[in-house]
């Protein structure tokens, strides 16, 4: 019984511990997922990548098909720029140069068929 008691305390810290905090999203991309989800699904379908930059945290989100621009938020929400997309497919070009490497982690894919 003198183990279980310990074992029982590591489990339910464990528990505790919230892994997700990394991946959840601020709520205005929240919302944005949920507009999504409300839509016809895109072709390809929608994702939601965060971005970690120079020691900022940006939201990345795609755009259905072809010719339209794929937006880059800052954790207000605000469009910064789209990185990508468009006629030519090289965004809006006012994206900032950004100085070291950036971490792109997908927080979201719409897996609606």
């Known amino acids: ?8 305390l ?3 810290s464990l528990l505790s ?6 991946k959840d999203p601020i709520p205005c991309i929240d919302e944005k ?3 999504l989800q409300t839509k016809e699904v ?6 939601v990548w965060k971005w970690e930059a120079d020691d900022s945290v940006y939201y990345y989100i795609t755009s ?13 929400c605000v469009v910064i720029c789209a990185p990508d997309g468009g006629f ?8 900032p140069t950004f100085n070291g490497d950036i971490t792109k982690t997908l927080i979201w894919k719409d897996d609606r068929k």
């Not at 030519?88 to 994206?95: A, F, Y």
Request: charged share 30%; proline share 6%; glycine share 4%.
């Open 88 to 95: 030519t497919g090289n965004g809006d070009r006012k994206c």
């Open 17 to 22: 511990c919230d892994d997700d905090n990394e």
């Open 42 to 47: 895109q072709n390809p379908p929608a994702e």
């Open 64 to 76: 259905d098909c072809c010719d339209q621009f794929n937006y880059l938020y800052d954790e207000n």
């Open 33 to 35: 997922i949920t507009e």
């Open 10 to 12: 590591l489990f339910l």
């Open 1 to 8: 019984m003198k183990i279980a008691h310990p074992l029982l």
